[in-house]
């Protein structure tokens, strides 16, 4: 409790701030993490469906992953944890949020600009004319679909192997570079570029807060290593 008291006063005298999010934001929404108790890493092989390799070998395969994955992303709202962060980026003078998560839920919580380093499951992509589309609907009626063009599309999110949006990464670390706090919420932090944004924020003298329901691989070296539900302990920390 005295780690969150002294957390909530650094947090509160910062004028600059970085946050980097993962997949245990949106837990308390109900949708599922990758790794960890219910992770989808447990139940489906990412090198067969988070690959570019992976699509080109069945395409129709992914899409039904990814439908699935829509049709239950669909159905959640943002928690607690979303909606303080939009509370916290109006208070503070510099504010940088940093996703992994490809769900939108920043989106729909309010936040204002969002660095989404693995894309975005409600945008497609051509892989024929690299035309480049928002898509809401839940679940698509016809798999695998297509562009204008004829092309076959994908989904708008980075597979492993596959560079980030150019330039994303560069924005991220100017970020975290100069800023004072930088919060770490709900990744496991062993997927990198991301991942390296937690040991950089260190060397660059940020003040370094971890919330997490589990210790993750930089617990032991972050300032501030918080345990506990993000949708409990972000409200508290602000
Ligand atoms: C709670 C909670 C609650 C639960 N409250 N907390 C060897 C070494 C180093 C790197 C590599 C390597 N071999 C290959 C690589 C590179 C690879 C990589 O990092 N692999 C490692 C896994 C080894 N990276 C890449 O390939 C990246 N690209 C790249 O490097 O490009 C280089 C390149 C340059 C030029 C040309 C070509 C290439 C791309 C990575 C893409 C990751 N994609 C995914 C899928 C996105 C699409 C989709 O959603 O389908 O992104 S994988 C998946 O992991 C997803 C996530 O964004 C990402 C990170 O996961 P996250 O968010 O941390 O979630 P979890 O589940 O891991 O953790 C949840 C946490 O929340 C847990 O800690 C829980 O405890 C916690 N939690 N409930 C608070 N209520
Ligand atoms: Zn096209």
Not at 44 to 57: C, G, Q, S, V, W
Not at 104 to 111: E, P, R
Not at 149 to 159: K, T
Request: negative net charge.
């Amino acid at each position: 409790m005295a780690d969150i008291e002294q957390a909530r006063r650094r947090l509160a005298e910062a004028q600059s701030v970085a946050v980097l999010t993962g997949a245990g934001i949106s837990a308390e929404s109900g949708i599922p993490t990758f790794r960890g108790a219910g992770g989808l890493w447990n139940n489906y092989r990412f090198e067969d469906l988070a690959t570019p390799e992976a699509f080109a070998r069945d395409p129709s395969l992914v899409w039904e992953w990814y439908n699935w994955r829509r049709e239950a992303i669909a159905k959640a709202a943002p928690n607690a944890a979303h909606k303080a962060l939009v509370k916290l980026e109006i208070a503070k003078p510099h504010f940088t949020l940093i996703t992994q998560n490809v769900d939108g839920l920043h989106d729909l919580a309010g936040s204002g600009r969002i660095l989404k380093l693995h894309g975005d499951i409600w945008r497609m992509r051509c892989t024929t004319c690299g035309a480049n589309w928002p898509d809401r609907r839940p679940s698509l009626p016809k798999l695998p679909p297509h562009c204008a063009c004829g092309g076959l599309a994908r989904p708008g999110v980075v597979w492993f192997g596959e560079p980030l949006p150019e330039g994303m990464m560069k924005e991220a670390e100017h970020a975290v570079e100069s800023c004072e706090v930088f919060l770490v919420v709900g990744t496991s932090a062993v997927v990198y570029p991301a991942a390296g944004l937690v040991p950089f924020a260190k060397q660059s003298g940020a003040v370094v807060m971890e919330i997490n329901t589990e210790p993750t691989a930089f617990s032991e070296t972050v300032d501030f290593a918080l345990q506990g539900p993000a949708g409990e302990l972000l409200p508290q920390l602000l």
